[in-house]
């Protein structure tokens, strides 16, 4: 099955600073690369993703950029503000015919105003 | 669409008992997945029915733990008996199709074995 991990597990930045969380993966045929955001209390909520297709990806503060040679993928957060605060998890997907949801480790951010 | 709709919220309940989580999906769509979040283990997928069919059970801790989706509007997740490591928050969640994976979810269910 994949192998998926996050680094940094905790990240504290001051805000207006930017964040860069990296998702490693195990199967080199996965295809689709989203990111989460859990805020404390609630639900994963998806925030961007990427196709194995394209290399970067961007939404206002948030980006996601994928090195597949390399299994990995980011997200980088710019101009970080305290609402951005929450668990982030990355969930790359394999290409089996099936959507197999498995969440990487999670990473902790906290933006200190 | 309500959107993905879990019961009960909170459950507290004493060990051995048994235990049944209900998750309604979002209509129309095919996947339908159980998580377990604990602090420790983080979000552990415990299961995924494709189109009401048992996929992957693999991530089901024990025989404890069974899951059935008798139609395409309703799953349970049952516990029997239940034990104070089964503490945790079970969300489920459900997804479109396999071209549209964004996965939605349930606000949860925070289970309570004392």
């Known amino acids: 099955g994949e192998n998926v991990e996050q680094h940094p597990s905790t990240l504290s930045v001051q805000e207006g600073d930017s964040a860069v969380i990296k998702c490693t993966y195990s199967?080199?045929?996965?295809?689709?690369f989203p990111w989460y955001k859990q805020e404390l209390g609630k639900r994963p909520q998806l925030i961007i993703d990427?196709?194995?297709?394209?290399g970067e990806k961007k939404d206002q503060r948030i980006a996601v950029t994928l090195n597949k040679t390399a299994k990995h993928f980011s997200l980088h957060i710019t101009e970080t503000q305290p609402e951005d605060s929450a668990v982030y998890f990355c969930?790359?997907?394999?290409?089996?015919?099936?959507?197999?949801?498995?969440f990487g480790t999670g990473t902790r951010l906290l933006v200190s105003p | 669409d309500a959107g993905v709709i879990q019961s009960p919220r909170h459950e507290v309940t004493e060990m051995g008992q048994e235990v049944t989580l209900r998750c309604k999906p979002i209509?129309?769509?095919?996947?339908l997945f159980w998580y377990r979040q604990t602090m420790m283990r983080g979000l552990e997928l415990l299961i995924y029915?494709?189109?009401?069919?048992?996929?992957?059970d693999s991530g089901m801790p024990e025989d404890r733990f069974s899951a059935k989706m008798p139609n395409a509007s309703f799953s349970t997740l049952k516990i029997q008996p239940s034990e104070p490591r089964d503490s945790a928050v079970y969300f489920c969640?459900?997804?479109?199709?396999?071209?549209?994976?964004?996965?939605?979810f349930g606000q949860g269910t925070r289970l309570t074995v004392v």
């Open positions: 969640a459900s997804s479109l199709n396999s071209d549209n994976t964004e996965a939605f």
């Open positions: 199967d080199s045929a996965s295809n689709y």
């Open positions: 990427i196709r194995s297709n394209v």
């Open positions: 969930a790359p997907e394999g290409n089996t015919g099936f959507q197999k949801l498995v």
């Open positions: 209509s129309g769509h095919d996947y």
């Open positions: 029915f494709n189109n009401n069919v048992p996929i992957d």
